[in-house]
């Protein structure tokens, strides 16, 4: 079956514009999460959507970042008035449910390069 | 707060040797999970294997094993016959109580032919 998908898979903007990131989970799942990779870094959680609950935003950097689900399926994270340490590649993930023993599936993620 | 280090930036392997990736991490939980994750040039985060805690057997998935210390805090990635496909970036894991994954800085994996 199709995996996670991500797009844009490359998006080059300049500083202070907005962007959006799509990210459109395996069907069914119910968690998804959104991580930040930095050159060289490990991932760094942002935000989780569980169903319909309320999502954890604890990891979101400042409040120039943001994300919905819609419909408990397709994610947008939406970065305003972007940084250039707003670059990174943005790797988005789904689980069957939250719990310590879903694995997580990546999506390819997007590479966001603010010049 | 939990904390996962990945100690080797860069490892080097001949084909068809065999390689050990180290990782340690700090908790105060009592049961958690721990993962490898493979990040090729693709990107694409792929899950190589998984341990739970509470386990005292170490986890293998054909060539891939690990070796679990939970009194060290320690999980190490053992990886036998290196084949070409397996280059990539190597990631440690850890799961907390929010569900959520800590990761390691990654350990980038080179095979020599």
């Known amino acids: 079956g199709a995996g996670v998908s991500q797009s844009p898979s490359n998006k080059v903007t300049e500083k202070g514009k907005d962007v959006e990131l799509r990210c459109d989970p395996i069907s069914g799942h119910t968690a998804l999460y959104w991580y930040r990779q930095s050159l060289g870094q490990g991932l760094e959680f942002l935000i989780y959507?569980?169903?319909?609950?309320?999502?954890?935003k604890s990891g979101l950097p400042s409040d120039r970042f943001s994300a919905e689900r819609t419909g408990g399926s397709v994610s947008t994270l939406t970065i305003q008035r972007t940084q250039q340490e707003d670059s990174a590649v943005y790797l988005c993930?789904?689980?069957?449910?939250?719990?310590?023993?879903?694995?997580?599936?990546f999506g390819p993620g997007t590479r966001l390069t603010v010049t | 707060a939990q904390t996962v280090t990945q100690s080797q930036p860069e490892m080097s392997v001949q084909e068809a040797e065999t390689v050990t990736l180290s990782c340690t991490y700090d908790t105060s939980e009592s049961d958690y999970y721990l993962f490898w994750y493979k990040q090729p040039p693709s990107r694409q985060m792929i899950l190589v294997i998984r341990?739970?805690?509470?386990k005292q057997q170490n986890a293998t998935e054909n060539r891939f094993s690990v070796n679990f210390q939970k009194a060290a805090k320690s999980f190490s990635l053992k990886i036998s016959d290196s084949q070409l496909g397996d280059a990539a970036m190597y990631f440690c894991a850890c799961i907390d109580s929010n569900y959520q994954l800590i990761w390691g800085a990654g350990t980038k994996l080179i095979i020599k032919p």
């Open positions: 959507f569980q169903g319909n609950s309320a999502p954890d």
């Open positions: 993930a789904s689980s069957l449910s939250r719990g310590r023993n879903y694995e997580q599936y």
């Open positions: 341990q739970e805690a509470y």
